[in-house]
């Protein structure tokens, strides 16, 4: 089998043996940590300020930073991001875009039209605000975008207000990714709000691209931005297998799997365009069809019709020494999915498949 050199240890022992293959697996997160500047886990001091926006309820003593890297203590008051400013960028992207949900949302296909779209079929003539968010709450070691790492303390924060301001009446949806907005939540709650006031009613949709492991309580606050908008939250589910999962993110999936099935209980306050949407990145070696169709099964137990998109892998980051997704890996979990009972799975990135 496939196995990541930087790792050190592949799926088959993370699965028997995961205290010894977590022991190895945690040493290199915490190596990678260091050289970006980043507490090697989540705080937890008797002592601190406590931040209970993700599942790492981070509780930071004097001075100590939180896990995301964007938050820190500074006389018994957490400094740094608030609702109010942000450590993030952002771009306009023409419709149809790359997104992980263009395949069923509204800007790629319509859906929804008239209330949700703007034309029947492609939203061709508007666009998509692309904000990228800085900072994560998990410690990706095949991260596609990990080069935020090395802008989170050198950039300058943003309000609110300059993102909104980027929003024009062409802007007909708003799509927050990263990095992961989690730990940034209360700052896109807020800027999503101000946006919607200025779009004066008119179509102005609400995504999210995340991990899924923020506090259920603002889980729902952007569920109800997302149904009232026409927008959709997408979750990574990165792996079913507990061990697996926590060897190759850093961190473990339960929260992001319970914030999935809370999610979906939403569906039928707007059950067309799709609200919830679930995607799995193929990693050689690591995501197989077992692993495939152990997370299908868990989506087709809640709806089956929740659409499922399947993602070629780009060797990025300390796991770049692993192989592109083959066809015949991509074909075989795609067919491990639909077995699963799922009514709407597709493979994404496509040309990346050799």
């Known amino acids: 089998p496939e196995i990541s050199g930087a790792l050190g240890v592949c799926a088959a022992c993370i699965r028997s043996q995961p205290q010894k293959a977590l022991a190895i697996a945690n040493r290199v997160h915490q190596k990678m940590r260091d050289e970006f500047g980043l507490p090697p886990s989540p705080p937890a001091g008797a002592e601190g300020v406590s931040c209970n926006i993700c599942v790492n309820q981070c509780r930071m003593a004097e001075d100590e930073m939180g896990y995301c890297g964007l938050r820190r203590n500074r006389s018994g008051r957490l400094v740094g991001v608030s609702a109010n400013r942000g450590k993030l960028s952002w771009y306009h992207d023409a419709l149809p875009t790359n997104c992980v949900a263009a395949w069923v949302c509204p800007g790629g296909t319509g859906a929804g039209y008239p209330r949700y779209a703007n034309r029947r ?15 994560c709450s998990f410690n990706c070691l095949f991260c596609q975008n990990w080069h935020f790492r090395n802008e989170t303390f050198s950039t300058p924060f943003h309000s609110v207000a300059e993102l909104v301001a980027d ?31 200025k779009a004066h009613g008119r179509i102005l949709r609400i995504c999210w691209e995340t991990n899924g492991c923020l506090n259920p309580d603002l889980l729902d606050q952007m569920l109800e931005i997302a149904i009232d908008s026409g927008g959709c939250v997408k979750f990574d589910l990165k792996a ?3 061990s697996l999962h926590a060897a190759m993110t850093g961190i473990d999936n339960q929260r992001t799997l319970d914030n999935f099935a809370r999610a979906v209980e939403k569906i039928p306050r707007r059950p067309f365009p799709p609200l919830l949407v679930a995607s799995t990145l193929l990693v050689p070696g690591y995501i197989s069809p077992l692993e495939v169709a152990a997370i299908a099964g868990f989506i087709a137990g809640l709806n089956a019709d929740i659409p499922y998109s399947l993602l070629a892998f780009s060797p990025q980051f300390l796991m770049r020494d692993l192989p592109l997704t083959t066809k015949a890996l991509a074909y075989e979990c795609l067919q491990s999915a639909r077995d699963c009972g799922l009514n709407n799975v597709r493979l994404g990135n496509v040309h990346l498949l050799v």
Request: glycine letters at 10%; aromatic letters at 14%.
């Open 240 to 242: 079913w297998d507990r």
């Open 121 to 135: 079929g492609v939203e061709s003539g508007f666009k998509n605000l692309a904000v990228f968010f800085q900072g």
């Open 167 to 197: 929003v024009d009446d062409r802007t007909s949806c708003i799509c927050y990714f990263g990095g992961d907005p989690s730990p940034q939540m209360p700052f896109a709650l807020k800027a999503s709000k101000e946006a919607r006031k």
